[in-house]
């Protein structure tokens, strides 16, 4: 059974920065696809950054280049460096991977971005 585990969430005031992490255990297939995603209180869940087998990345528009998503392939861990925060980057991150097989999410990191 696949576990994803995310770390690094937590207030920080407008303009600060905060480093996600995901770290992955149990998974016997190669991991195709990972993800960070946030949902904001009454909002529907979104993508934020995604980062392939190959190295591709793919940034949501409303990152506007403060974000980086990175892999540390030694402990099987994605990163998502986060700058320049504001107040409506306020939402609960959640880590996605994906197999062949199937589909998986963390249990979500809260990130509160306040004065």
């Known amino acids: 059974q696949v576990q994803l585990v995310e770390s690094g969430g937590g207030l920080v005031q407008p303009g600060g920065s905060l480093r996600l992490s995901c770290s992955v255990s149990?998974?016997?297939?190669?991991?195709?696809?990972r993800a960070w995603y946030r949902q904001a209180p009454g909002k529907q869940r979104e993508l934020v950054a995604s980062?392939?087998?190959?190295?591709?990345?793919h940034y949501a528009d409303f990152v506007e280049g403060r974000f980086a998503i990175s892999r540390d392939n030694a402990k099987d861990t994605v990163h998502l460096e986060m700058f320049s925060l504001k107040p409506e980057d306020t939402a609960v991150y959640y880590c996605?991977?994906?197999?062949?097989?199937?589909?998986?999410w963390g249990q979500g990191t809260q990130v509160t971005v306040s004065s």
């Open positions: 149990g998974s016997g297939f190669s991991i195709l696809y």
């Open positions: 996605y991977a994906r197999t062949t097989y199937s589909t998986y």
């Open positions: 980062l392939t087998s190959d190295d591709s990345t």
